[in-house]
């Protein structure tokens, strides 16, 4: 029998109104003969409004307890899914993270899934019944309960459908699929068919929160198939899978796929520091043991034997990462550290860069025609990133979206729904 995981993100189960209709989407599925397993986001902003909780009550909440407090959201959707679909007359069951024993390491709020057990999701489905999961989070190797990172559910779904050998993973989400760029910025953004599991990498590793970069890993390690597509048309959306580069190629597929922007960095710099051996290895080192996500790195060349050493990490790492550039900048003698969070990190992706030169030049000299000015560059074999000021990002993603010949001629920003 063919098995699916679906995974319904949060606006996809925001109200009692959207629950009633995944469930007799489900509950169709299920009626054909296909086992289903549910993997459920918290209802529309629930996270968001806990995270606000926390943030009331103390100033710096241990990472135990907002781990506890953060799964709550994810529970409160699997059992009432499962109620709405036991009440189109089909059998479901819903289990915690940890009752379908996913195992983490335990880094609380951003957990790196190491095993699956799924004995009971296994369980249920033998006995006929459809499977709820709470996304986004499970149980470390201490027992304590953990969540994945934002966005998490999506790695939740592709992980469980590796263990479970499913056929394919679903994505439900509120966009029709993965586009050129985001629909919400970009009204004219074209919707993708199918991507190589390398490309959705790059775009999901350059911020496109369509998917969460954790679960295109698993998906391309597992070669699990991944359908992004919408819960409020239930059209066909975007095929992420393995596909052969060179038959792309040959279909004369658009050198690049996406513009992609991340509005989620912060850039820091450790300004006027001696030019010497052991000065990034200690930076990097000291961060690194801290769990901080460091991405670009640039370094300035060196003035009067001094230098500046700039980098972008999440805005949610500025708190661990400011104390500790403040201690490394006192050892080696810097003369200070700035941090700047008005900034925006855009990316062009797209697999047929690796045999196209020029497509760096063309980027800059659209943002230079554009006014834009570029802070830092970084590129890979198909993705050059750039960061740029954050009151310059529409201008400049919807000009490289149009330089670069993908805008689609039609419209897709009137039928979006509001984000609840
Ligand atoms: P969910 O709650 O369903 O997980 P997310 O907000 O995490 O939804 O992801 C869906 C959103 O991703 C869309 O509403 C869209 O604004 C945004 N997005 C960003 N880039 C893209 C892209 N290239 N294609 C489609 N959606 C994108
Ligand atoms: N509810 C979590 C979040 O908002 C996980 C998810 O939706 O994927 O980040
Ligand atoms: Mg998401």
């Known amino acids: 029998m063919a098995l699916i995981v679906q995974k319904y993100g949060g606006t996809s189960v925001a109200d009692p109104d959207r629950m009633r209709n995944v469930a007799k989407h489900i509950a169709a599925l299920r009626a054909q003969g296909t086992d289903v397993v549910a993997v459920v986001s918290a209802m529309g902003k629930a996270t968001d409004n806990l995270v606000e909780l926390a943030r009331q009550v103390s100033s710096n909440p241990q990472g135990r307890e907002m781990d506890m407090l953060l799964t709550t959201g994810e529970r409160i959707s699997m059992s009432l899914l499962c109620m709405a679909l036991h009440d189109v007359g089909c059998d479901a069951m819903s289990f915690t993270g940890s009752q379908v024993g996913i195992i983490t390491d335990t880094s609380h709020t951003k957990a790196k899934i190491l095993e699956i057990?799924?004995?009971?999701?296994?369980?249920?489905?033998?006995?006929?019944?459809v499977a709820v999961v709470a996304g986004f989070q499970?149980?470390?190797t201490e027992r304590e309960i953990t969540t994945l990172g934002r966005g998490g559910s999506d790695t939740t779904a592709v992980?469980?459908?590796?263990?479970?050998?499913?056929?394919?993973?679903?994505?439900y989400t509120d966009v029709t699929g993965v586009f050129s760029a985001d629909p919400r910025l970009v009204p004219q953004a074209r919707k993708l068919k199918e991507l190589s599991f390398d490309e959705m990498l790059e775009m999901a590793g350059a911020?496109?929160?369509?998917?969460?970069?954790?679960?295109?890993?698993?998906?391309?390690?597992?070669?699990?198939?991944?359908?992004?597509r919408s819960s409020f048309t239930w059209e066909e959306g975007t095929?992420?899978?393995?596909?052969?580069?060179?038959?792309?190629?040959?279909?004369?597929?658009?050198?690049?796929?996406?513009?992609?922007?991340?509005?989620?960095?912060?850039?820091?710099?450790?300004?006027?520091?001696?030019?010497?051996?052991?000065?990034?290895?200690?930076?990097?080192e000291s961060l690194a043991a801290a769990n901080v996500n460091v991405d670009m790195i640039v370094q300035n060349?060196?003035?009067?034997?001094?230098?500046?050493?700039?980098?972008?990490?999440?805005?949610?790492?500025?708190?661990?990462?400011?104390?500790?550039?403040k201690k490394v900048g006192d050892e080696v003698g810097a003369?200070?550290?700035?941090?700047?969070?008005?900034?925006?990190?855009?990316?062009?992706?797209?697999?047929?860069?690796?045999?196209?030169?020029?497509?760096?030049?063309?980027?800059f000299r659209v943002l230079a025609d554009n006014g834009v000015n570029i802070e830092m560059i970084s590129t890979s074999t198909i993705r050059i990133s750039v960061v740029v000021e954050r009151t310059q990002l529409e201008k400049a993603v919807r000009a490289l979206h149009t330089a670069f010949d993908l805008d689609s001629g039609e419209?897709?920003?009137?039928?979006?729904?509001?984000?609840?």
């Open 138 to 140: 499970g149980v470390s």
């Open 335 to 363: 003369t200070g550290i700035n941090k700047d969070e008005n900034i925006v990190k855009l990316s062009l992706v797209g697999a047929g860069m690796k045999s196209s030169p020029g497509i760096a030049a063309k980027m």
């Open 117 to 129: 057990k799924g004995d009971r999701v296994r369980e249920a489905l033998a006995a006929g019944k």
């Open 159 to 171: 992980a469980l459908a590796a263990a479970l050998k499913a056929d394919a993973c679903e994505i």
């Open 301 to 325: 060349t060196s003035i009067d034997g001094t230098t500046d050493i700039s980098f972008t990490l999440p805005i949610g790492d500025i708190k661990t990462a400011e104390p500790i550039l």
């Open 411 to 420: 419209d897709y920003s009137a039928p979006l729904p509001d984000r609840k």
């Open 207 to 228: 911020g496109s929160k369509v998917l969460a970069l954790r679960s295109v890993e698993f998906a391309r390690n597992h070669n699990v198939p991944i359908h992004v």
């Open 239 to 284: 095929w992420v899978r393995g596909i052969d580069e060179e038959r792309k190629r040959k279909m004369e597929e658009p050198i690049i796929s996406g513009v992609v922007h991340d509005v989620g960095e912060a850039k820091m710099t450790l300004l006027g520091v001696p030019d010497r051996p052991g000065v990034s290895a200690l930076l990097f």
